[in-house]
């Protein structure tokens, strides 16, 4: 489901608890609504609500986490395949072919990651690039140093191109969730029960109701701050382009 849905479900949960905590205050005995019996629900809710606040903050960290995590190795993508293109430059004339190879790729990243930024011709087979990856590297092992200086650039260029495939895998396999749904519909649970109390011994006024029901909208958008948090590369808050854009300009040079 989108961020958007779960929060819509968050919100209706946190309504739900509301309004079930207004209907025990009208059905529930006097004697159950006591101070006594409030002083109970409130200590309850307290340790609920520090629990709560315990896996709300598990669920930043692990989003934030997440969301660091791809940023940074964007960066260290973008650095290595700047690097790459100036190694293949020095080795000479003979590279051409492979850095117009690593641009390329570079280029179908951005339009895959990034399409509503880097857009292509509509004419342009949507896979143009697909596999010039590993042919990239495959054309650096089969080059041939006439010196020493070009065999140090091949061996530089080698283990740079090894390093990007490492880290374009690994920002691969990090795409999934970071955050647990077992933690999240946890979460909720609790929050529908400390809505509940909330309600259960608010005065049946339009001021209590519009309060909670404010503080419902408050905490089910803060939980799509946190699932947009980690979707870095489709979400409201993704990563930005602007260094593999920033090495774009660089390569060919």
């Not at 940074?72 to 293949?88: S, T, Y």
């Not at 396999?173 to 999240?184: D, G, V, Y």
């Not at 905490?219 to 260094?243: K, T």
């Amino acid at each position: 489901m989108s961020p958007i849905t779960i929060s819509c479900i968050v919100f209706a949960c946190l309504v739900g608890g509301t309004l079930l905590g207004m209907f025990l205050r009208f059905i529930l005995p006097d004697k159950h609504l006591s101070a006594e019996s409030k002083d109970v629900v409130k200590l309850g809710m307290g340790l609920i609500g520090t629990m709560t606040a315990l896996v709300l903050g598990l669920l930043i960290a692990s989003a934030k986490s997440s969301f660091d995590a791809q940023r940074n190795g964007l960066a260290q993508l973008c650095a290595n395949v700047i690097l790459l293109d100036r190694a293949l430059a020095r080795y000479g004339p003979e590279a051409k072919e492979v850095r117009n190879m690593v641009k390329a790729s570079a280029e179908d990243l951005a339009e895959r990651t990034w399409p509503s930024e880097f857009s292509r011709d509509k004419n342009t087979e949507k896979s143009r690039t697909e596999g010039r990856y590993e042919g990239a590297f495959e054309k650096i092992q089969g080059l041939t140093p006439k010196n020493d200086a070009q065999r140090a650039l091949q061996a530089q260029a080698l283990k740079t191109a090894t390093d990007i495939a490492q880290t374009r895998w690994l920002l691969f396999a990090q795409e999934a969730s970071s955050i647990p749904t077992p933690f999240l519909v946890v979460m909720v649970g609790w929050l529908t029960l400390i809505f509940a109390s909330f309600s259960l011994f608010a005065p049946p006024n339009a001021t209590a109701f519009l309060t909670l029901f404010i503080c419902a909208l408050a905490i089910s958008s803060a939980i799509l701050l946190i699932l947009e948090l980690d979707r870095p590369f489709g979400g409201l808050m993704q990563v930005s382009s602007a260094p593999l854009r920033n090495a774009l300009t660089q390569l060919g040079r």
